[in-house]
Nanobody
Framework: QVQLVESGGGSVQAGGSLTLSCTASGYSFRNACLGWFRQAPGKEREGVAVIYARGGRIYYDDSVRGRFTISQDNAKNMLYLQMNSLKPEDTAMYYC???????????????????WGKGTLVTISS
């Protein structure tokens, strides 16, 4: 059974930083498309960033490009999201997700993931 678990959420002031982590059981991140997504209250889920390390593919949504960094550690089977210069509009539940490599090269990467975590809450105050 595949299980993804996020951690690292919390409450910080605008301009601050947080690092989210995601670990998996029953699934290897080594050859997978991995992503971070978020859903703010009353809004639809949106894609934040994806990575396919073996293919050198990294993509960020315009709303976070230059502020967030996605990375992975295959030895630890971990996925990370370093978030800097946080804004109140970054407030959301953040989810990690995993899928087949091809998803990272597809226009449908925002909806093509196979496995999802339950999320970690990030709250940014002004």
């Amino acid at each position: 059974q595949v299980q993804l678990v996020e951690s690292g959420g919390g409450s910080v002031q605008a301009g601050g930083s947080l690092t989210l982590s995601c670990t998996a059981s029953g699934y290897s991140f080594r050859n997978a498309c991995l992503g971070w997504f978020r859903q703010a209250p009353g809004k639809e889920r949106e894609g934040v960033a994806v990575i396919y390390a073996r293919g050198g593919r990294i993509y960020y949504d315009d709303s976070v490009r230059g502020r967030f960094t996605i990375s992975q550690d295959n030895a630890k089977n971990m996925l990370y999201l370093q978030m800097n210069s946080l804004k109140p509009e970054d407030t959301a539940m953040y989810y990690c997700a995993a899928g087949v490599p091809g998803v990272c090269y597809s226009d449908s990467w925002r909806s093509g993931m196979d496995y999802w975590g339950k999320g970690t809450l990030v709250t940014i105050s002004s």
